[in-house]
């Protein structure tokens, strides 16, 4: 089975930092594009960040951009997403997502990891 | 990197047909053949209904579809059951290589 799970959500004091993962299995992990896509309480979708297949190209969201560090590692099959100078305002589910291997969509979700930030 | 615009909600009755818009520019919407559309049922991921702008993946309803005409797309889903009451959003490529979302629609089976 197609799976994406995430993990290493929780509750962050405003300034801190939190590494979430993306644990994949039933594809071939190392030749798919990835993204972080989050929402916050009551809100909607909002792009966060995307990863190529090889790791090389990486682009930002601008709200995250600076604080935000998008990684893979293809040998373990996992994708990360380092935050740090963490705000209330990040507060949402994070979703990992990936990217259709022949066309623009995102065909495949986790269940979404929770992020908390607050004192 | 301003979030597309859709209409906050929309409503219709069971069998009849909808369709929600998503506005952008000519550095998203307008400018690429890219724009995806998700549902997402309370509590759940979302799931990907639309593709390319009127692509369906394998296992998507043919009522629905998706088309474009300069900076707006368009989701319409024809026959409306209950199963469709969630939340859609479009969303689209854009000129600086990033993705943007719409700001949602939640559709109401009356």
């Known amino acids: 089975e197609v799976q994406l799970v995430e993990s290493g959500g929780g509750l962050v004091q405003p300034g801190g930092s939190l590494r979430l993962s993306c644990a994949a299995s039933?594809?071939?992990?190392?030749?798919?594009?990835l993204n972080w896509v989050r929402q916050a309480p009551g809100k909607g979708l909002e792009w966060v960040s995307y990863i190529g297949d090889s790791g090389s190209s990486r682009y930002y969201a601008d709200a995250v951009k600076g604080r935000f560090t998008i990684s893979r590692d293809n040998a373990k099959n996992s994708l990360y997403l380092q935050m740090n100078s963490l705000r209330a305002e990040d507060t949402a589910v994070y979703y990992c997502?990936?990217?259709?291997?022949?066309?623009?969509?995102?065909?495949?979700w986790g269940q979404g990891t929770t992020v908390t930030v607050s004192s | 990197q301003s979030a597309l615009t859709q209409p906050a909600s929309v409503s219709g009755s069971p069998g009849q047909s909808i369709t929600i818009s998503c506005t952008g520019t000519s550095g998203d919407v307008g400018g690429y053949n890219y724009v995806s559309w998700y549902q997402q049922h309370p509590g759940k991921a979302p799931k990907l209904m639309i593709y390319?702008?009127?692509n369906r993946p394998s296992g998507v309803s043919d009522r629905f579809s998706g088309s474009k005409s300069g900076n707006t797309a368009s989701l319409t889903i024809s026959g409306l059951q209950a199963e469709d009451e969630a939340d859609y959003y479009c969303?689209?490529?854009?000129?600086?290589?990033?993705?943007?979302f719409g700001t949602g629609t939640k559709v109401t089976v009356l």
């Open positions: 390319d702008v009127s």
């Open positions: 969303s689209s490529y854009t000129s600086s290589s990033t993705y943007v």
């Open positions: 997502a990936r990217e259709a291997e022949n066309y623009y969509g995102m065909d495949v």
């Open positions: 039933g594809f071939t992990f190392n030749i798919y594009e």
